[in-house]
């Protein structure tokens, strides 16, 4: 996974260093090329906000979230991509009520395999994540689950907190962009994920990580996002 | 290529609903207290009794019917850490000849955590039993200081 993120960040780098030259490579490769077959794409970091989570932080009182998206073209159809938030959600399970908050990264490659017509830019893509979280959870309540009710099950409501939890999962996504105005998109995204570790505290597991969502019994989740986005433009080719 | 997307969001589809299904409680939960109730002269055999059990100012357990058994299986209170059951000891040819001894149970609670589903579970540990009135009941016996299962009798009463 190491090696991966290494090689990523080189990629990253490769391209941005390799940008300069490119740039009056471009101007010439233009002139020559004027075709009609010619369809050159924006390169340009897209930032973008979750829109969902907002809402349902200004609906819901268990829930406060923030997500932000940021994208970087690599090669005409593949993109370096990367999710970040920060969450506080409160969870009533049957026999406990417990909140988790914290913040989580993402990242990974997104493969575009929609061929776009002349000056289209749009995108359905598939791809792959890589996310980590870093989180606390508090035990709001509980009640002891026993059989029978000739006596009434003890009832805990004494707050219990537990700190520096984390989790690693990897993530299959996918999902849609369109552009909806010169370099404004619209996206949204699927996720199908899949824990790899989580640390979890000493009498309580994690069945909620920020980011990743409720983990299910074998270990998977599912996630949705729907976003906004803007493409600061830096060059074509 | 639209069929392999078409075919991934409907997987996708499927797995987030398929994931989202309730899970119900299996695991064992809250230990109950096991009784077995043996013959006093020769203490490696079961005897049955017939008694009325109830908790102090509680309702009669088996709604106050008169059961023949040679094993109970009692709750244990998780709110305190102790609880008095009464055993009434009937005689079906004699109604009138009840005697009652009075079993005091100490122990403290422990709540493990077990899943999403059931949430903790009480165990109980430091279990003690006492018992003051020694009528019909000759000597009581625990088998174990911690309470964890139900698999095997934690108290064994000589009568």
Sequence with gaps: ?237 | MSKIILLLLLSSCFFSLFSCQDEFCASTTTPHLVVRFYNKDTPNKIKNIQLVVWANDKAKLFNGQIITTDSLILPLDTQKNSVTYHFSKQNEADPESVSVEDLVIKYNTKDTYISKSCGFKSTFNNVSITNTNKDWLKSQELTTTTITNENNAHVKIFH
Aim: positive net charge; proline residues 3%; hydrophobic residues 35%.
């Design chain 1, 1 to 237: 996974m190491l090696k991966y993120f290494i090689s990523l960040i080189c990629l990253f780098l490769f391209t941005r260093t390799s940008y300069s030259q490119e740039k009056k490579k471009v101007i010439k490769v233009e002139k020559e090329s004027v075709s009609k077959f010619y369809n050159p794409k924006t390169y340009g970091l897209r930032l973008g906000i979750d829109i969902i989570k907002p809402i349902l932080s200004y609906t819901r009182d268990n829930f406060n979230g923030i997500e932000i998206t940021a994208d970087y073209r690599l090669k005409t159809q593949l993109f370096v991509a990367t999710e970040a938030g920060n969450m506080n959600r409160t969870i009533q399970e049957n026999n406990f009520n417990f909140s988790v908050n914290g913040t989580y990264l993402k990242a990974g490659v997104n493969y575009n395999l929609y061929t776009n017509w002349l000056s289209m830019d749009n995108e359905i893509y598939i791809g792959a994540r890589y996310g980590f979280s870093l989180f606390n959870s508090t035990l709001n309540n509980y009640t002891v689950f026993q059989k029978g009710e000739y006596f009434a099950p003890k009832e805990v409501n004494t707050p219990t907190k537990y700190t520096n939890l984390n989790a690693h999962w990897a993530e299959f996504v996918l999902g849609i962009k369109t552009e909806i105005f010169k370099n404004l998109f619209l996206g949204f995204m699927l996720s199908v994920n899949k824990i790899i570790s989580t640390k979890d505290a000493n009498n309580f597991k994690n069945t909620y990580v920020p980011g990743f969502g409720k983990i299910t019994k074998n270990g998977s989740g599912a996630n949705m996002n729907y976003t906004i986005s803007y493409r600061i433009p830096l060059y074509q080719k």
